[in-house]
């Protein structure tokens, strides 16, 4: 039998917190494991294309120290320009790659590898804490489990994947648990570490705006709801003045912290709740009637100091083109902003809606949990529970803006998912335990009965002490039940034992399946390198294609170290950091004009472009191919982006004039004219005419679009062609200094032979024979 008396519960409780201390060990463990199939498959290897920048900024970090990398003026990028790197970089990234000099530290690729999946185990620690201040042990536990592995967070957290969101979403679920923590104690000393993890989730992403917005309306909504109290003003006031020091303190924000839209919400909340304690304070000093006209007044003089200060900031705001948002915030504020006058934005894949497979995909279990969790959050409402309630709604608009912004909402549907998960568990097995209480109860009852006269004369006047425990064990069950679980009432009806069992095996399957999933897609989908591609042969075997790394080493080993390199900005940050050469654009963005002049030049015909690359001091034009072994994400598919971008700076460009004749866009023989002329079209396609056959297709055979490209046979007159890597992927070309001699120009010695002259040639010939 249980022991209910203090000892044994403290007993229990001390059980208890071991068994949550390994299991969240295990899931730390697990979250940190499953982020490791990148390395295992392929190698220790940086993805993508982010990280390379992360990676060069934390090996000057290392190599340079704090004090230089504030100063680090980067004139390997953005030629002639350069770029001002530590007034331009988030660099809470950097600043975990970091690690003393002396021997014998890990080497900066390997600390920049692993940095993701560590700090997958502190976000999984972080949500369990969360969730434990929302509602409790259980719910952090759930919570943790789903976070640990869920798909969404792992596509962007896989060994490899040191970009600013690895370290970001551990920051902005740890910030979330310091403001729940100090709003449900209302301690100074947990403002202050409130504090200190705001400035670094702001020194680590943009995208800590959300939080900049998050917490006013939260604190807006309690406000509304008459939930206001010390605690909240403890929580929320001095995060509003820190905070914004905190974000002025970081160069790449600076004085928007104080200038930009995105930011005001906070404070003209943080005015709203002076107002409402100064009213609550009002109403406890004084009578009823002075409370009247005392609050008459104050509103009175609320309304009018707002009414200035509002018409204030709308004039100042007014002056601004975009009212003083950047064209990010504009973009999920407005979904259609981006494509109409920021198509930069918009080209990046990862700034799409999502499809709603995506939502299943990445999220499986938590998107169909999530809703039963938002329901959850009103039985009961708490401050605490009111958060994680607006977390969820947010987030899961921002989601359907932009596919990047999953990540947002995979903390807020795991906190759900475990809310509710924890719950049910929660009801099932104690509907379970309280009928096995029953049940043995009953047992005994009935075993007393067979005992006869005697046992009832032993038994008179006291009960039996197991029947009494029986009961006991089984009222302390319901009573634990409705403390511990916010939706289960003093008058809950356990299920039946039958109903319970499927029920928890039901649980149980679904949990499963949620974890061979995730498993399978960090595997399979998730892991994979964007630099190191693989595919499988017809014998089940592995083809490695590397031919990124080949083309990045030839361009390092086989031009001069002051080479200017070209190419589309999407490949800038690898260029730099694995050719170490010059690149005229790369991943930063920050100039939209020096890109639009890239993809003026990429849509051009040949000899314009030359003529715009050797303005650039340009030596090498690489493009990306895949139209001979099926590479969908290269240059051509992209190319209509470089033509809006291009058009956008440069009215000249004309989409329409590289669209087919049906209006779309396509490369076969009913491509448009200027797609058939542009430089990119004779970059990617030189000499590809007479691949087909090689692997049994036809001649010029793009594999694709999946058909005859529209122009097979040409020649360069103003590049050459100097590397070309072993699947025809990477294309170097050298821009050449004069353009090459046109075979079919005039021989000079030739004499214009005319008509008349021709006539008298064939008479003479024809008398001789």
């Not at 498959?41 to 992360?54: A, G, Q, T």
Request: with cysteine; aromatic share 14%; hydrophobic share 45%.
């Amino acid at each position: 039998m249980l022991d209910f008396t203090p000892a044994g519960t403290a007993r229990r409780q001390a059980y208890g917190n071991v068994v949550v201390g390994l299991a969240m060990l295990c899931i730390c463990v697990l979250a940190s494991s499953v982020r490791l199939f990148s390395v295992i498959k392929y190698e220790s290897v940086i993805h993508e294309f982010d990280p390379y920048f992360n990676y060069r900024v934390s090996r000057f970090l290392t190599e340079k120290g704090f004090y230089e990398t504030w100063d680090f003026f980067d004139s390997f990028t953005w030629y002639p320009l350069g770029r001002v790197v530590g007034g331009t970089m988030y660099p809470g990234a950097a600043w975990v790659g970091w690690h003393p000099p002396p021997p014998p530290p890990p080497s900066p690729p390997q600390v920049c590898v692993f940095t993701a999946p560590l700090f997958s185990a502190f976000c999984a620690l972080s949500t369990y804490l969360f969730m434990k201040e929302v509602r409790g042990q259980g719910a952090g536990l759930a919570s943790a489990a789903i976070i640990a592995v869920v798909p969404s967070y792992i596509s962007r957290s896989v060994a490899g994947s040191y970009d600013l969101e690895a370290v970001a979403i551990f920051a902005l679920v740890f910030v979330f648990y310091l403001y729940v923590k100090t709003l449900n104690t209302g301690s100074l000393k947990w403002a202050t570490a409130l504090f200190f993890g705001y400035l670094y989730m702001v020194a680590s992403w943009g995208g800590y705006s959300f939080i900049a917005n998050l917490l006013p309306i939260h604190c807006l909504a309690c406000i509304v709801f008459q939930r206001v109290s010390a605690r909240l003003y403890i929580a929320y006031a001095p995060w509003v003045i820190l905070g914004a020091l905190a974000a002025a303190n970081i160069p790449v924000i600076g004085f928007n912290a104080v200038l930009m839209s995105e930011h005001m919400a906070s404070f003209f909340v943080f005015g709203l709740l002076h107002a409402a304690l100064a009213i609550q304070y009002i109403q406890q000093m004084l009578p009823p009637r002075a409370y009247s006209a005392a609050k008459k007044l104050v509103l009175t003089f609320g309304t009018t100091a707002l009414a200035v200060v509002m018409a204030l900031v709308v004039s100042y705001v007014a002056a601004s083109p975009t009212f003083g948002w950047t064209g990010r915030s504009l973009s999920l504020l407005d979904p259609t902003y981006a494509s109409k006058y920021i198509p930069i934005i918009a080209s990046v894949s990862e700034h799409q809606p999502p499809s709603w497979s995506s939502y299943f995909t990445d999220l499986h279990i938590s998107s169909l949990l999530a809703p039963a969790g938002l329901l959850l959050c009103f039985r009961p409402l708490t401050d605490a529970s009111l958060f994680l309630l607006l977390y969820g709604v947010t987030a899961v608009y921002f989601s359907g803006v932009m596919v990047r912004l999953m990540l947002v909402l995979a903390p807020a549907a795991c906190c759900l998912a475990g809310l509710a998960l924890s719950e049910v568990t929660s009801y099932l097995a104690t509907s379970l335990a309280a009928a096995q209480l029953d049940g043995d109860s009953a047992q005994k009852q009935g075993k007393k009965a067979e005992d006869g006269a005697g046992g009832q004369v032993a038994d008179f006047g006291l009960r039996s002490t197991a029947d009494k425990g029986g009961k006991k064990g089984a009222k302390h069950a319901k009573k634990s039940a409705s403390a511990d679980s916010g939706w289960i009432s003093d008058t809950w009806r356990p299920l039946p034992k039958d109903v319970a069992i499927v029920g928890l095996i039901l649980v149980f399957a679904g949990t499963s399946l949620f974890y061979k999933h995730s498993v399978y897609v960090a595997g399979e989908m998730y892991s994979a390198p964007s630099i190191v591609l693989q595919s499988r042969r017809a014998d089940g075997g592995i083809k490695v294609f590397d031919d990124f790394r080949e083309a990045y080493a030839w361009l390092s080993y086989n031009t001069d170290p002051d080479a200017k390199v070209a190419s589309w900005w999407d490949y800038g940050y690898q260029t730099t950091a694995m050719a170490n050469r010059t690149v005229i654009v790369d991943n930063n963005t920050w100039n939209n004009t020096h890109i639009a002049t890239v993809g003026r030049a990429m849509s051009s015909p040949e000899r314009k472009a030359w003529q715009i690359f050797r303005s650039l001091d340009v030596e090498y034009v690489f493009v990306v191919f895949g139209g001979f072994i099926g590479y969908p994400s290269d240059d051509i598919n992209k190319f209509l982006w470089m033509v809006r971008i291009g058009g956008g700076v440069f009215p000249e460009i004309k989409e329409p004039n590289y669209l087919g004749s049906d209006g779309n866009y396509r490369v076969d023989d009913q491509a448009g004219k200027a797609l058939l002329d542009s430089t990119m079209w004779k970059l990617s396609y030189y000499r590809f005419a007479d691949c087909g056959p090689m692997f049994g297709a036809p001649r010029g055979y793009d594999r694709v679009r999946n058909t005859v490209i529209g122009k097979t046979d040409f020649e360069l007159k103003y590049f050459e062609e100097v590397f070309t890597s072993e699947h025809w992927m990477m294309r170097i070309y050298r821009v050449l200094d004069k353009p090459n001699r046109d075979t079919k120009l005039r021989n000079p010695r030739r004499t214009k032979v005319t008509k008349k002259a021709r006539s008298k040639r064939r008479g003479a010939s024809g008398a001789l024979s």
